[in-house]
């Protein structure tokens, strides 16, 4: 009788760690992703912003020393002005 018991006691808290387990790792993925998820829609948020309040004059002059309107006479016809991050997309 002792044996039999035993046997299936051991069967069942298998079968439930087996269960836990899964449950436990399948939680932790969904998780992690859904993590994942909401840190990359708040970063695109803010360099959205960013783009929105980073004023194109203002940036020619601090990254080349020079008014916008100076940068695009001196470029030459094949460097354009997104090419040179001068222009918001």
Do not use: H, W
């Not at 051991?10 to 998820?37: D, H, K, M, N, P």
């Amino acid at each position: 009788m002792n044996t039999l018991f035993m046997r299936i006691f051991l069967f069942f808290s298998c079968l439930l760690l087996g269960a836990g387990v899964i449950l436990g790792l399948t939680l932790y993925r969904s998780s992690a992703q859904l993590v994942e998820q909401s840190m990359g829609m708040q970063a695109q948020a803010v360099a959205e912003r960013a783009v929105q309040l980073i004023d194109i004059n203002q940036y020619a002059e601090l990254s080349t020393g020079t008014p916008l309107e100076r940068v695009r006479k001196a470029a030459p016809p094949c460097i354009t002005m997104s090419s040179m991050g001068l222009l918001r997309m």
